[in-house]
Protein backbone atom coordinates (compact mmCIF):
# COMPACT_ATOMS: atom_id res chain seq x y z
CA UNK A 1 0.00 0.00 0.00
CA UNK A 2 1.25 3.54 -0.49
CA UNK A 3 2.57 5.30 2.65
CA UNK A 4 1.75 8.77 3.85
CA UNK A 5 4.95 11.22 2.67
CA UNK A 6 6.74 11.93 6.13
CA UNK A 7 6.99 15.92 5.32
CA UNK A 8 4.31 18.18 4.12
CA UNK A 9 5.81 21.46 2.22
CA UNK A 10 4.04 24.73 2.08
CA UNK A 11 4.88 26.33 -0.96
CA UNK A 12 4.42 29.84 -1.69
CA UNK A 13 1.13 31.52 -2.64
CA UNK A 14 0.39 31.51 -6.38
CA UNK A 15 1.21 35.39 -8.13
CA UNK A 16 0.86 36.03 -11.58
CA UNK A 17 3.95 35.96 -13.08
CA UNK A 18 3.60 39.01 -14.93
CA UNK A 19 3.54 40.83 -11.45
CA UNK A 20 6.60 39.08 -9.96
CA UNK A 21 8.80 40.23 -12.69
CA UNK A 22 7.94 43.74 -12.26
CA UNK A 23 8.27 43.75 -8.32
CA UNK A 24 11.73 42.25 -8.72
CA UNK A 25 12.77 44.57 -11.72
CA UNK A 26 11.55 47.82 -9.54
CA UNK A 27 13.12 46.08 -6.50
CA UNK A 28 16.71 45.71 -8.42
CA UNK A 29 16.52 49.11 -9.83
CA UNK A 30 15.82 51.07 -6.38
CA UNK A 31 18.62 49.02 -5.15
CA UNK A 32 20.78 50.17 -7.95
CA UNK A 33 19.63 53.69 -7.77
CA UNK A 34 20.61 53.46 -3.94
CA UNK A 35 24.15 52.10 -4.52
CA UNK A 36 24.72 54.97 -6.91
CA UNK A 37 23.53 57.58 -4.36
CA UNK A 38 20.46 58.86 -6.31
CA UNK A 39 17.81 58.53 -3.66
CA UNK A 40 18.41 60.84 -0.87
CA UNK A 41 15.81 61.74 1.09
CA UNK A 42 13.72 58.53 -0.68
CA UNK A 43 16.32 56.02 0.65
CA UNK A 44 14.24 55.50 3.71
CA UNK A 45 10.71 55.20 1.73
CA UNK A 46 12.43 52.96 -0.88
CA UNK A 47 13.51 50.67 2.08
CA UNK A 48 9.98 50.55 2.63
CA UNK A 49 8.46 49.66 -0.87
CA UNK A 50 10.97 46.92 -1.08
CA UNK A 51 11.18 45.08 1.63
CA UNK A 52 7.93 43.19 1.53
CA UNK A 53 9.41 42.03 -2.25
CA UNK A 54 12.67 41.19 -0.66
CA UNK A 55 10.76 39.14 2.01
CA UNK A 56 8.61 37.15 -0.51
CA UNK A 57 11.80 36.51 -2.27
CA UNK A 58 13.75 35.34 0.58
CA UNK A 59 10.39 32.97 0.94
CA UNK A 60 10.62 31.70 -2.69
CA UNK A 61 14.40 30.98 -1.93
CA UNK A 62 13.78 29.14 1.41
CA UNK A 63 11.51 26.79 -0.42
CA UNK A 64 13.56 26.06 -3.51
CA UNK A 65 16.31 25.39 -1.06
CA UNK A 66 14.01 22.83 0.71
CA UNK A 67 12.80 20.70 -2.21
CA UNK A 68 17.10 20.74 -3.03
CA UNK A 69 17.78 19.47 0.66
CA UNK A 70 14.90 16.95 0.25
CA UNK A 71 15.97 15.90 -3.22
CA UNK A 72 19.52 15.26 -1.48
CA UNK A 73 18.41 12.73 1.10
CA UNK A 74 19.40 9.44 0.39
CA UNK A 75 15.80 7.96 2.57
CA UNK A 76 13.78 10.04 0.79
CA UNK A 77 15.06 9.22 -2.87
CA UNK A 78 14.69 5.64 -1.99
CA UNK A 79 11.32 5.95 -0.71
CA UNK A 80 10.09 7.63 -3.68
CA UNK A 81 11.91 5.49 -6.14
CA UNK A 82 9.88 2.76 -3.93
CA UNK A 83 6.45 4.38 -4.70
CA UNK A 84 7.24 4.53 -8.47
CA UNK A 85 7.86 1.20 -8.17
CA UNK A 86 5.11 -0.15 -6.43
CA UNK A 87 2.97 1.95 -8.66
CA UNK A 88 3.99 0.78 -11.84
CA UNK A 89 3.09 -3.10 -10.75
CA UNK A 90 0.24 -2.12 -9.62
CA UNK A 91 -0.54 -0.82 -13.23
CA UNK A 92 0.86 -4.04 -14.57
CA UNK A 93 -1.67 -6.01 -12.71
CA UNK A 94 -4.05 -3.98 -13.25
CA UNK A 95 -4.02 -4.78 -17.02
CA UNK A 96 -3.12 -8.26 -16.30
CA UNK A 97 -6.20 -8.30 -14.34
CA UNK A 98 -8.33 -6.77 -17.05
CA UNK A 99 -6.91 -9.62 -19.90
CA UNK A 100 -7.83 -12.38 -17.72
CA UNK A 101 -11.29 -10.87 -17.68
CA UNK A 102 -11.92 -10.43 -21.47
CA UNK A 103 -10.24 -14.03 -22.07
CA UNK A 104 -12.43 -15.54 -19.30
CA UNK A 105 -15.79 -13.83 -21.09
CA UNK A 106 -14.26 -15.29 -24.28
CA UNK A 107 -14.35 -19.07 -23.15
CA UNK A 108 -17.77 -18.42 -21.33
CA UNK A 109 -19.36 -17.66 -24.76
CA UNK A 110 -17.22 -20.65 -25.99
CA UNK A 111 -18.85 -23.07 -23.54
CA UNK A 112 -22.30 -21.94 -24.35
CA UNK A 113 -22.15 -22.19 -28.18
CA UNK A 114 -20.64 -26.05 -27.45
CA UNK A 115 -23.57 -26.55 -25.34
CA UNK A 116 -25.75 -25.22 -27.84
CA UNK A 117 -24.10 -26.70 -31.06
CA UNK A 118 -22.46 -30.43 -31.63
CA UNK A 119 -19.34 -28.46 -32.21
CA UNK A 120 -16.13 -29.06 -30.58
CA UNK A 121 -14.07 -25.40 -31.23
CA UNK A 122 -10.84 -23.47 -31.03
CA UNK A 123 -11.12 -19.58 -30.01
CA UNK A 124 -8.45 -17.73 -32.33
CA UNK A 125 -7.85 -13.64 -32.54
CA UNK A 126 -8.44 -12.23 -35.98
CA UNK A 127 -5.16 -10.71 -36.78
CA UNK A 128 -5.57 -8.88 -40.27
CA UNK A 129 -6.55 -9.09 -43.43
CA UNK A 130 -4.11 -10.60 -46.20
CA UNK A 131 -2.33 -8.97 -48.56
CA UNK A 132 -4.37 -9.82 -51.26
CA UNK A 133 -6.69 -7.44 -51.87
CA UNK A 134 -8.32 -8.74 -54.57
CA UNK A 135 -10.02 -11.38 -52.63
CA UNK A 136 -11.66 -11.18 -48.92
CA UNK A 137 -9.27 -13.57 -46.89
CA UNK A 138 -8.19 -13.14 -42.97
CA UNK A 139 -5.59 -14.27 -40.91
CA UNK A 140 -6.38 -16.00 -37.47
CA UNK A 141 -4.17 -17.16 -35.03
CA UNK A 142 -4.27 -20.87 -34.96
CA UNK A 143 -2.76 -23.23 -37.49
CA UNK A 144 -1.73 -26.71 -38.12
CA UNK A 145 -0.41 -26.93 -34.30
CA UNK A 146 -3.73 -26.55 -32.72
CA UNK A 147 -5.32 -29.20 -35.81
CA UNK A 148 -6.58 -26.31 -38.14
CA UNK A 149 -6.99 -27.95 -41.36
CA UNK A 150 -8.01 -26.62 -45.11
CA UNK A 151 -11.85 -26.68 -45.19
CA UNK A 152 -12.56 -26.06 -41.63
CA UNK A 153 -15.45 -23.80 -41.19
CA UNK A 154 -15.04 -20.52 -39.40
CA UNK A 155 -17.39 -18.96 -36.96
CA UNK A 156 -17.90 -15.54 -35.38
CA UNK A 157 -20.71 -13.94 -32.89
CA UNK A 158 -22.11 -10.52 -33.01
CA UNK A 159 -24.80 -8.73 -30.82
CA UNK A 160 -27.93 -11.29 -30.32
CA UNK A 161 -27.31 -12.81 -33.23
CA UNK A 162 -26.41 -17.00 -33.25
CA UNK A 163 -22.71 -17.99 -33.70
CA UNK A 164 -22.50 -17.55 -37.70
CA UNK A 165 -20.34 -18.91 -40.40
CA UNK A 166 -17.85 -16.08 -41.42
CA UNK A 167 -15.53 -18.11 -43.61
CA UNK A 168 -13.72 -21.09 -44.30
CA UNK A 169 -10.23 -22.01 -43.75
CA UNK A 170 -7.59 -22.04 -47.02
CA UNK A 171 -4.29 -22.42 -46.57
CA UNK A 172 -2.69 -23.42 -42.79
CA UNK A 173 0.62 -22.60 -41.18
CA UNK A 174 2.38 -23.46 -38.16
CA UNK A 175 0.59 -21.38 -35.90
CA UNK A 176 -1.76 -19.32 -38.42
CA UNK A 177 -4.49 -19.78 -40.90
CA UNK A 178 -5.79 -18.08 -44.16
CA UNK A 179 -9.22 -17.94 -43.79
CA UNK A 180 -11.42 -17.00 -46.88
CA UNK A 181 -14.49 -14.89 -45.96
CA UNK A 182 -17.98 -15.61 -47.15
CA UNK A 183 -18.63 -12.79 -48.76
CA UNK A 184 -16.07 -13.23 -51.29
CA UNK A 185 -16.93 -14.04 -54.94
CA UNK A 186 -15.23 -16.89 -54.80
CA UNK A 187 -16.45 -18.40 -51.40
CA UNK A 188 -19.62 -20.98 -52.64
CA UNK A 189 -21.06 -23.25 -49.53
CA UNK A 190 -23.53 -25.69 -49.55
CA UNK A 191 -26.60 -24.06 -48.04
CA UNK A 192 -30.20 -25.12 -46.75
CA UNK A 193 -33.33 -23.44 -45.86
CA UNK A 194 -36.12 -25.37 -43.49
CA UNK A 195 -39.63 -25.68 -44.10
CA UNK A 196 -42.39 -27.77 -41.62
CA UNK A 197 -42.24 -30.40 -44.20
CA UNK A 198 -39.54 -29.95 -46.51
CA UNK A 199 -36.05 -28.32 -47.09
CA UNK A 200 -34.68 -26.30 -50.17
CA UNK A 201 -31.15 -26.47 -50.78
CA UNK A 202 -28.97 -24.54 -52.71
CA UNK A 203 -25.46 -22.48 -53.13
CA UNK A 204 -24.59 -19.59 -50.71
CA UNK A 205 -21.97 -17.50 -52.84
CA UNK A 206 -20.14 -14.51 -51.86
CA UNK A 207 -20.97 -10.91 -53.64
CA UNK A 208 -18.62 -8.43 -52.03
CA UNK A 209 -16.37 -7.60 -55.35
CA UNK A 210 -20.38 -7.08 -56.56
CA UNK A 211 -21.16 -4.48 -54.35
CA UNK A 212 -23.69 -7.23 -51.81
CA UNK A 213 -23.06 -9.84 -49.58
CA UNK A 214 -24.50 -12.96 -50.00
CA UNK A 215 -26.67 -14.82 -52.91
CA UNK A 216 -28.08 -17.61 -52.49
CA UNK A 217 -28.85 -19.32 -55.96
CA UNK A 218 -29.53 -22.92 -57.74
CA UNK A 219 -32.68 -23.24 -55.97
CA UNK A 220 -35.16 -24.80 -57.85
CA UNK A 221 -38.04 -22.02 -59.08
CA UNK A 222 -41.03 -23.70 -57.45
CA UNK A 223 -39.11 -23.51 -53.60
CA UNK A 224 -40.98 -22.45 -51.10
CA UNK A 225 -38.58 -19.68 -49.64
CA UNK A 226 -39.63 -16.73 -48.52
CA UNK A 227 -38.28 -13.11 -46.94
CA UNK A 228 -37.23 -14.11 -43.43
CA UNK A 229 -36.43 -17.42 -43.59
CA UNK A 230 -33.08 -18.54 -41.92
CA UNK A 231 -30.57 -19.88 -44.28
CA UNK A 232 -28.01 -22.49 -42.82
CA UNK A 233 -25.34 -24.40 -43.83
CA UNK A 234 -26.10 -27.90 -45.64
CA UNK A 235 -22.96 -29.62 -45.46
CA UNK A 236 -23.22 -30.82 -49.16
CA UNK A 237 -20.90 -29.40 -50.42
CA UNK A 238 -18.78 -32.58 -51.93
CA UNK A 239 -22.46 -33.64 -53.69
CA UNK A 240 -23.02 -30.24 -55.31
CA UNK A 241 -19.67 -30.26 -56.94
CA UNK A 242 -18.13 -26.88 -55.62
CA UNK A 243 -14.36 -26.68 -56.86
CA UNK A 244 -12.97 -25.70 -53.33
CA UNK A 245 -12.77 -27.80 -49.75
CA UNK A 246 -15.48 -28.13 -47.79
CA UNK A 247 -15.16 -31.43 -46.73
CA UNK A 248 -15.38 -30.15 -43.28
CA UNK A 249 -18.18 -27.66 -42.94
CA UNK A 250 -20.60 -29.39 -40.98
CA UNK A 251 -24.69 -28.75 -42.01
CA UNK A 252 -26.86 -26.54 -39.60
CA UNK A 253 -24.19 -23.60 -39.43
CA UNK A 254 -26.26 -20.33 -39.32
CA UNK A 255 -25.71 -18.37 -42.50
CA UNK A 256 -27.57 -15.72 -42.61
CA UNK A 257 -31.66 -14.38 -43.65
CA UNK A 258 -32.81 -13.90 -47.10
CA UNK A 259 -34.06 -10.35 -47.46
CA UNK A 260 -35.44 -10.16 -51.16
CA UNK A 261 -36.29 -12.93 -53.59
CA UNK A 262 -36.25 -12.56 -57.36
CA UNK A 263 -37.09 -15.37 -60.36
CA UNK A 264 -34.39 -15.81 -63.30
CA UNK A 265 -35.66 -18.85 -65.88
CA UNK A 266 -35.86 -21.90 -63.78
CA UNK A 267 -34.28 -20.86 -60.61
CA UNK A 268 -35.34 -18.58 -57.55
CA UNK A 269 -32.45 -16.06 -56.51
CA UNK A 270 -32.31 -14.85 -52.76
CA UNK A 271 -30.55 -12.17 -51.28
CA UNK A 272 -29.07 -12.96 -47.76
CA UNK A 273 -27.79 -10.65 -45.17
CA UNK A 274 -25.71 -12.44 -42.98
CA UNK A 275 -25.71 -13.07 -39.35
CA UNK A 276 -22.23 -11.60 -38.64
CA UNK A 277 -20.30 -9.26 -40.81
CA UNK A 278 -16.92 -10.86 -41.76
CA UNK A 279 -15.12 -7.24 -41.76
CA UNK A 280 -15.99 -6.65 -38.01
CA UNK A 281 -14.94 -9.84 -36.55
CA UNK A 282 -11.97 -9.55 -34.46
CA UNK A 283 -12.37 -12.99 -32.72
CA UNK A 284 -13.54 -16.34 -34.02
CA UNK A 285 -13.69 -20.10 -33.20
CA UNK A 286 -12.59 -22.93 -35.86
CA UNK A 287 -15.02 -25.78 -35.77
CA UNK A 288 -12.56 -28.48 -35.33
CA UNK A 289 -15.02 -31.04 -35.14
CA UNK A 290 -19.09 -31.64 -35.46
CA UNK A 291 -21.12 -35.08 -34.27
CA UNK A 292 -24.60 -34.30 -35.37
CA UNK A 293 -25.18 -37.02 -33.10
CA UNK A 294 -25.22 -34.99 -29.84
CA UNK A 295 -28.18 -32.93 -31.04
Avoid: C
Wanted: avoid cysteine; proline fraction near 7%.
Amino acid sequence: MLRDRPYRLSQPARRSPLLVILLVLTAAAILAADQAGLLGPLRTHAQTLISPVLGRLRGVGDWISSLRLLNDDPALRAENEALRAEIADLKARLIEAEAVKFENARLREQVRIEQAYPWQLLGADVLALTPDTGRRLVLIAAGADQGVQPGMAVIAREGSNPPALIGVVETVGPQTASVLLITDYSSAVSAQVYHETDVTRGVVQGQWQRGSRLLLHSVPREAPLTVGNTVVTAGLSAELAINLPRAFVPPNVPVGVIETLQETGRERIASVRPFVDPDRVRYAWVILTSDESKK
